[in-house]
């Protein structure tokens, strides 16, 4: 079939399959988006002894469409003295870097031979911090063309959050890529793959274990040295990007910009119906990204111990999306189990949080990791 | 005299945070738990579940009309009742029994009997009042309509939801 050959041409093979994975991509994680904002109510609503959202539905699993039609059908009420322009794309501002990250995420290894990652960059940390960062315009902007003296102190305060936690989040990945020797998500993930995830460093290929167990295929499970030493400073990365991460997608306890029972709404106050539904499913969106980094960098991506990857026909392919997905989940419950415990920080105390504690800690972290790698190298 | 509450001196670990954080997720998650596992006690659901069969005798609902056990209205009319009604919930419009009754010489009755729901406090003055035992308080309690006419009780509905009273009733009861 000539048609066929066409298809499978580098270049529009390369084309076809990637529209492919980010319209599957997009529809994965829009489903997740308004799954997890259902996930929400139903934690919330259980860590509170209540019973949440159980009548759209079996479980109230319907109740998310039903809250989507409903922004939809609303006003959508636009207030005299906004600036109209500012005012109308910073929900999509708000949303859009959101999505963008998801492109360099690996969320799975290979399914027939295509690369599961929509975006295999070589910068790929870097995209994801530059992006992910942008999100902060669409809060800025919404609170300063709302004319609007609450909105304007959650945009205030969203500058203020990004200055303090955004340094830290960055000087707290810089050991992995020491450890990995790459940008590459990845390439992140294969070393993880061969080398233990950088929380659970308990498989290697190279010997020098301490204890250990090697099995058919080569590689050994157990403890050795270098990688033994090399988790603490991964731990202390760990956390202060799980931390800078909550800052990041401005969850509790760290939302100032929203903060509803100091500032009503924080910075969308003034936003009603479907624009007022981009901010907040841009808020679930940029969660879903967030953690999807957590686990690429820290959690060993889609892989799971002795599981093979997609090489090893589509059914691998296919649970290492799912484990992919599922470790997100994981993270993502993780988010709002803290949001359901934790009470807001105030926002000198972020301030002072991020430049005099985390700033320093992460700083150091580069130093210790740095000296066990010179260590092991010699 | 002012009391001074020393400020507690708190160790580095209490400082860092940690422990109280700790401590706060062990507390949700035990939480959610329990109730993942169906072993919180949850509040009632109500339209499904309803407390209508621990109701107390003397629970004030919805003001009705009741008749006797001949079939026969008890309201005579007398306006008491829209007279002590203290939003004015009731309006009455009374007529004279036709000639050939009985009673057509003695006693009036109401042509037109409208309790406005909307109105009404529940405050069961007017069962108090009546000297004929004929406006009760009943156990309806939820009484909803989409517009306003809907919410106006006429004489039918009233009677719909009274039905029949027995006897006398010692209607003083000091809790009612
Ligand atoms: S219960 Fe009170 S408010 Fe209601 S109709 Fe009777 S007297 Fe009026
Ligand atoms: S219900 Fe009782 S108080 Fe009211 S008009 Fe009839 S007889 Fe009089």
Redesign the interface.
Known sequence: MPSLDLFLQPEIFLVWTSALKTLVILGVVLTMVAYSVWAERK?S???????GPNRVGWAGLIQPIADGVKLLLKENFVPGGVNKFFFSIAPSLAMIPAILVLAVLPFGSSLFGVPMVIANLDIGVLWVFAVSSLGVYGIVLAGWSSNSKYPFLGGIRSSSQMISYELSLGLSVVPVFMITGTLNLGEIVQYQVDNGWMVFPAWFQSGGGLLEITTDNGSMFGLNLGQSLLWIPMMVSFVIFLIAMFAETNRVPFDLPEAEQELVGGYHTEYSSMRFALFFLGEYAAMIAGAGVIVTLFLGGWSLPFIPDGSQGWFWGLVNIGTFFAKVAAIIFFFL??R???PRFRFDQLMKLGWYVFFEVALLNIFLTAGILAYLQS | MATIVQRPKLSLLERSYFPAILGGLWITIKHFIKMLFGQTKVTMQYPEQKWDSAMPEWYRGAPTLVKDEHDRERCVACQLCEFICPPRAITIKPGELPGDNRWSKVEKYPEKFDIDMIRCIYCGLCEEVCPEQAIFLRKDYSITGLTRSEMVHDKEKLYELGGVMHGLVHKWNEKK
């Open positions: 934690v609503a259980f860590i509170q002894d209540r019973i189990w803290v359901w415990t934790l």
